[in-house]
Nanobody, 122 residues
Framework: QVQLVESGGGLVQPGGSLRLSCAASGSIFSINTMGWYRQAPGKQRELVAAVSSGGSTNYADSVKGRFTISRDNAKNTVLLQMNSLKPEDTAVYYC????????????????WGQGTLVTVSS
């Protein structure tokens, strides 16, 4: 079984920074895409940023230029550096990964973290 463990959420003032981290553990042969999603109260979960195993990145328009996603393939970890935070960034942030559990499985499975709360408020 694969687990994603997130850390780094908390309360920060507008304009501040936070860094989220996510580590994958368990039966993993390879991980394709790792990413961060968020869900604000009363809203649908949305993609924040994602990074492929090759390093290609994708960002939501609302965070471009402020957030940076990176990953360490050897450690199966993904980081989200969040700068210039705004109140509208307040949400529960979820880590996501698409992985193959073994070399004999060619389809990718999906796993989610438990979520970490980010609150941007003065």
């Amino acid at each position: 079984q694969v687990q994603l463990v997130e850390s780094g959420g908390g309360l920060v003032q507008p304009g501040g920074s936070l860094r989220l981290s996510c580590a994958a553990s368990g039966s993993i042969f390879s991980i394709n895409t790792m990413g961060w999603y968020r869900q604000a109260p009363g809203k649908q979960r949305e993609l924040v940023a994602a990074v492929s195993s090759g390093g290609s990145t994708n960002y939501a328009d609302s965070v471009k230029g402020r957030f940076t996603i990176s990953r360490d393939n050897a450690k199966n970890t993904v980081l989200l550096q969040m700068n210039s935070l705004k109140p509208e960034d307040t949400a529960v942030y979820y880590c996501n990964a698409n992985y193959r559990p073994n070399s004999g499985t060619y389809s990718y499975l999906e796993v989610w973290g438990q979520g970490t709360l980010v609150t941007v408020s003065s």
